[in-house]
């Protein structure tokens, strides 16, 4: 069961134009989402992250939507620029006091082309 | 370094012989995940530490797979008598309490 989905395994968009990668959750206990990017041959790096009592968080060219209604997360960089080409991760983690602990759960990724 | 060291960086070995994946944390951190990304896959959960306590080994695929973390730092993931479908790359991350984890650069496994 994958709970945490990622349904554009690929993105192209030009250089300054906007990327918007989505998220999609089935776990309602979820309380927590995170955004990391991967380079070939190297382990992911943290991007952003927001908690679930909030429905938006800014950093920088990276923004982070949460629509928790809907189940649906979505990570936005304004502008786009070459060196932002990485694969995607979205992840989620479920509150404190659940089993699995601080599990991460991630999605399978969105491979983002920006082109010049 | 004040990041998450693996090593091997690469690990080539014959099917049916065991492996030994390390993992160093960054120092304080609390807590230590193993994940792994097979080709054309995603992240896959392994295991979860919390101190020297492993609350959650849901994702360990087959009892070959164990880990252990001593002095809640360093960790390690053997994999006995691997197999071809073990081929992948095994990430370790570490994080303080309720943070965002910091990820390792990976150990690649190739088993011939």
């Known amino acids: 069961d994958q709970q945490v989905k990622q349904n554009s395994p690929s993105l192209s968009v030009q250089e300054g134009r906007i990327s918007i990668l989505n998220c999609d959750y089935t776990?309602?206990?979820?309380?927590?989402f995170l955004w990391y990017k991967k380079y070939p041959a190297e382990g992911p790096t943290f991007l952003i992250s927001?908690?679930?009592?909030?429905d938006k968080n800014e950093d920088g060219r990276f923004t982070v939507f949460l629509n928790k209604s809907a189940k649906h997360l979505s990570l936005h960089i304004v502008p786009s620029q070459p060196g932002d080409s990485a694969v995607y991760f979205c992840?989620?983690?479920?509150?404190?006091?659940?089993?699995?602990?601080?599990?991460?759960?991630f999605g399978t990724g969105t491979r983002l082309a920006v082109r010049p | 370094g004040a990041g998450v060291s693996q090593s091997p960086s690469n690990k080539v070995t014959e099917k049916g012989k065991d492996v030994e994946l390390r993992c160093d944390p960054i120092?304080?951190?609390?807590?230590l995940y193993w994940y792994r990304q097979s080709l054309g896959q995603g992240l896959e959960f392994l295991i979860y530490?919390?101190?020297?306590?492993?609350?959650?080994k849901s994702g360990l695929p087959s009892d070959r797979f164990s880990a252990e973390r001593t002095g809640g730092s360093v960790s390690t993931l053997t994999i006995q008598r691997t197999q071809q479908e073990d081929s992948a790359v095994y990430l370790c991350?570490?994080?303080?309490?309720?943070?965002?984890?910091?990820f390792g650069p990976g150990t690649r496994l190739t088993v011939l």
């Open positions: 120092s304080g951190h609390t807590a």
């Open positions: 530490f919390q101190g020297n306590s492993a609350p959650d």
């Open positions: 992840a989620a983690r479920p509150p404190l006091g659940r089993s699995s602990g601080d599990k991460l759960t």
């Open positions: 991350a570490s994080s303080l309490f309720r943070s965002a984890a910091i």
């Open positions: 927001i908690s679930s009592i909030k």
């Open positions: 776990n309602s206990m979820f309380d927590y």
